[in-house]
């Protein structure tokens, strides 16, 4: 009798065997310390990932410029000369190890934040041109950078990589989506360049393109290597989804070994399930199918049109909450590995249960948090503002499930939203603080 797809072993292109067909998902962990390493937070979370079954683990944004931080809490590795290794391997390693305990696979996530890194980790972001991110005043105006600090980066990319792979990991993931720098690169709104790096759609994917190069030399061709690409970027004159496929015939040629199809960016931030400004939101997708248990995952029918284009496997992630779409999602052909992030915030063994068939969904809170139902306090209200309070409060939730994990405690779902949200900044603040001060 044939198994469940999702308990089915892959075999990526590199000729590595993947346990299983659900992965933990990105999620931005925030348990650096003042210097930006790894912590032992880092080896309890992801051992207790691990021990939840998935078959691939992906960590969250780890930075390749310690100066521009998606938030303070993240690990930054400031690459060392081409055959040192750079402070703090000793915590990449324990993390390794730990996230690997189980068999399953841990790959690092590799990213710069561009012009997404708020005002208290940064006062100079920098990103393809001086585009501003104008969400709250929370933002700097981004620099743009020099043709030469492009071609730094591009090799930074490729040297943390290389240091992935020596403490342990397993694989890497090239962090090409979400808004951040590479995929800034690709935003005909964000790169207004005239040079070689912006303009036409092939400049504009030059930087993405120069450094998943750079990366599989780096680590060789038996070593994973991911791209996290956006369908779309669902603004008006942004990275479109017709885009998005010749960016994926290009990437055919790079020998990657999954690509992982996501959506959005900070303006307008379709991976949580929200639309931002309304006067930039862009409404035009594909037409959703009538399955109910289909439309569960927000990039769903982008990947249909992707695998049409793409050669490598490829993976979906935001929405996947029934067993029943997941299964359904391979056994069509759809996607090749299913993301899981949110869930693995309150119960880490979710894959092990899906798997095993002792739950048939998810365990789902997105409902319950939000300030109201309805009217202007709600997600869906007219003020900006207030729209982001509910987003971010949700987010703030999950960091603080995520820190209990990390403290080897349990999750806490009767946490409220808006106290989530508070602790939430004191944190960030403070966390931003203590990095300033290490910096000096």
């Known amino acids: 009798m044939k198994q469940p797809e999702l308990k089915q072993p892959f075999t990526l292109p590199c000729g590595v065997v993947v346990p299983n067909r659900l992965c933990k998902a990105a999620m931005t962990e925030g348990v650096a310390n003042s210097k930006l390493q790894a912590t032992q937070r880092h080896a309890t979370l992801y051992k207790r990932w691990a021990e939840g079954g998935a078959g691939i683990l992906i960590t969250g944004n780890v930075l390749i410029d310690r100066n521009i931080l998606e938030r303070p809490g993240n690990v930054s590795i400031d690459p060392a000369p081409e055959h040192g290794e750079p402070d703090g391997m000793d915590a990449l390693r324990a993390w390794a190890k730990a996230g690997t305990s189980n068999g399953n696979h ?17 006062n100079q972001p920098v990103g393809p041109s001086a585009v501003q991110l104008e969400l709250l005043g929370n933002y700097a105006p981004p620099r743009a950078l020099r043709e030469d600090e492009i071609l730094d980066l591009i090799q930074r990319f490729a040297r943390v990589a290389r240091i992935a792979k020596e403490a342990g990991f397993t694989g890497v993931q090239v962090h090409g989506a979400h808004g951040y720098l590479l995929s800034s690169f690709l935003s005909p709104v964000t790169n207004q360049r005239t040079d070689q790096w912006g303009g036409s759609l092939e400049n504009r994917a030059r930087f993405l393109l120069q450094a998943v ?17 956006n369908s779309d970027d669902f603004r008006k004159g942004g990275f479109s989804n017709e885009e998005c496929l010749q960016v ?14 996501s959506g959005g960016t900070y303006e307008q931030p379709r991976l949580l399930g929200h639309t931002g400004a309304a006067d930039s939101v862009k409404d035009e997708q594909p037409a959703q199918r009538e399955s109910t248990k289909k439309r569960e995952a927000y990039f769903l029918n982008y990947a249909r049109a992707i695998r ?19 299964e359904e999602a391979l056994s069509d052909g759809v996607c090749d590995v299913i993301g899981l992030g949110r869930p693995l915030c309150t119960h880490p063994d979710t894959p092990k249960q899906l798997i095993n068939g002792k739950i048939d ?3 789902s809170f997105e409902n319950m948090l939000k300030l109201t139902d309805k009217g202007i306090f709600s ?23 995520i820190f209990r994990l990390a403290d080897g405690l349990e999750a806490k779902p009767s946490m409220s939203l808006i106290g989530a949200f508070f602790k939430y ?13 290490s910096s000096r």
Request: aromatic letters at 10%; charged letters at 20%; zero cysteines.
């Open 379 to 401: 997600p869906a209200s007219p003020v900006l503002p207030l729209k982001l309070i509910n987003v971010l409060g949700a987010q703030a939730w999950y960091y603080q499930q």
């Open 361 to 363: 969904r998810a365990a």
């Open 308 to 326: 049409e284009v793409a050669t490598m496997p490829l993976m979906v992630t935001g929405g996947f909450r029934s067993r029943e779409a997941m």
């Open 106 to 122: 841990l790959w690092m996530q590799i990213s710069h934040a561009g012009r997404q890194s708020p005002r208290y980790v940064t």
């Open 248 to 261: 994926v015939k290009w990437l055919n040629d790079e020998k990657i070994d999954l690509l992982e199809i």
């Open 213 to 229: 190069r750079a990366v599989r030399q780096a680590v060789g061709p038996s070593f994973p290597v991911a791209v996290k690409l």
């Open 425 to 437: 900044l004191f944190n960030e603040w403070t966390t931003a603080f203590k990095v300033k001060r």
